[in-house]
């Protein structure tokens, strides 16, 4: 075989992560927070948000919170990387289960890089004093994807903005528990 498996995966990663990026990073320098355009009808939008926090934009505490967040991020970084090359590359691991652990990683990493990142690079306002402030740690995580599946003038049925990073650790968790749950009970079971 040319390339080994962990590099494949390796190359996976990465690729994944550009595209979440350069998806932000476009959407981040050519709109303004809260600008709004359909791509097809009323169905898809891009939306322009960011998010201080975590899923669903919870926050954790200020300054802080966002720190050990943050960090917090890393460390899940740093343990999926292990679990990939350690517990399922280097045992032989289904492509599936490897694909879909690996996608979780391209999320975590992606929506790290703007915490990390974004407000170093790209400046925020003080709401006190009005300067601008280039900060590691404290950027907020570039949403833009919503999908208004069902929506009256009353009720919209998934209401939610998110990101490229978010949609690869959706659809990944969804796709392990449909088709991969027999991978991880056997893996419990071996443990015992």
Not at 123 to 149: E, L, Q
Request: include cysteine.
């Amino acid at each position: 075989m040319f390339f080994s498996k962990g590099r494949n995966v390796a190359a996976f990663v990465i690729i994944l992560v550009i595209i979440d990026q350069l998806i932000k990073i476009a959407v981040k320098t050519s709109m303004m927070p809260g600008e709004s355009f359909n791509v097809l009808g009323s169905w898809f939008h891009i939306n322009f948000i960011e998010n201080n926090g975590m899923a669903l934009g919870i926050q954790w505490g200020d300054y802080t919170g966002k720190i050990l967040l943050t960090s917090f991020r890393i460390v899940l970084i740093s343990a999926l990387i292990w679990y990939l090359k350690c517990r399922l590359i280097a045992r032989k691991a289904p492509t599936g289960v490897i694909v879909g652990v690996s996608l979780i990683l391209v999320g975590a990493i992606g929506n790290a890089i703007d915490c990390i990142f974004y407000e170093m690079i790209f400046g925020a306002v003080d709401p006190v004093t009005g300067a601008i402030m280039h900060r590691p740690f404290m950027g907020k995580v570039v949403d833009m994807f919503y999908f208004p599946i069902i929506e009256t003038e009353r009720f919209v049925f998934f209401q939610y903005i998110f990101n490229f990073a978010d949609a690869c650790i959706s659809c990944s968790v969804v796709y392990l528990i449909l088709f991969q749950r027999k991978f991880f009970s056997n893996s419990n079971t071996e443990k015992a």
